[in-house]
């Protein structure tokens, strides 16, 4: 009897690649049917590469500074060399774990559908970068992370799971951090293991869960 599939991963990283690790804890353990193929860097030096490593996982990096030249970023250049490492090893999905680059419309519609990205804030709060920093200059009581699928404009595809946290007193950016960090390691494999069981599916433009269109991020109990 043959096994079951597991749906095949690759994993965008440009630093430590803490989510990448949590992710490939719950295909190691079983909590989710899926598998990484490959992990992938625009940094060379990334330390989340060493880390995917130890975990036997195939590594590749698209180095972004062989990219650049006097006359600019060759995006398109840069994207084609991603997109076929994304290939091939046949990836169904591709999983931006703290990948640091904005990528192209065109980019993202050949992913349509099989592109998700984890975002430090409630989103459509604090869309960008610095997001602890600007919600510790708020009167916010709560901050969290977002699972999301990616669309051509920036941290604002479609919402699949939210955490929320709450933003204490003693709160400075790095205890921020650290536990929004707690929350993106459960929420991100949660939902991908939604995908590899055919419960959350992109049905023209827009998610569903087990059949119901998500005009909102679920939130995590």
């Not at 992938?40 to 062989?66: F, Y």
């Not at 559908?113 to 984890?118: F, K, Q």
């Not at 992370?145 to 990616?150: E, F, G, I, S």
Request: charged residues 20%; aromatic residues 4%; negative net charge.
């Amino acid at each position: 009897m043959n096994a079951p599939s597991r749906l095949r991963l690759a994993v965008l990283i440009s630093g430590a690649g803490s989510n990448m690790v949590a992710i490939q804890r719950a295909c190691a353990t079983g909590q989710i049917a899926a598998e990484i193929c490959v992990v992938i860097s625009d940094q060379s030096a990334a330390p989340g590469l060493q880390r995917a490593s130890e975990h036997g996982i195939e590594t590749k990096v698209i180095d972004a500074t062989v990219f650049r030249s006097d006359s600019g970023f060759d995006r398109a250049g840069f994207e084609d060399a991603l997109e076929e490492a994304i290939d091939d090893c046949h990836a169904e999905l591709v999983v931006l774990a703290g990948f640091m680059r904005v990528l192209s419309a065109g980019f993202v519609a050949r992913y349509a559908g099989r592109l998700l990205n984890i975002h430090p804030s409630l989103l459509p709060r604090y869309k960008g970068l610095d997001t602890h920093a600007r919600v510790l200059a708020s009167d916010d009581r709560a901050h969290g992370a977002t699972v999301h699928y990616v669309t051509p404009e920036l941290d604002a595809g479609p919402g699949v799971l939210q955490a929320e946290v709450p933003i204490l007193p003693s709160d400075d950016v790095a205890s921020l951090s650290a536990r929004v960090h707690e929350v993106e390691h459960i929420i991100y494999p949660q939902v991908i293991g939604w995908i590899a069981a055919g419960r959350l599916r992109w049905n023209g433009g827009a998610p569903t869960l087990d059949g119901v269109r998500l005009d909102k991020p679920a939130q995590q109990q």
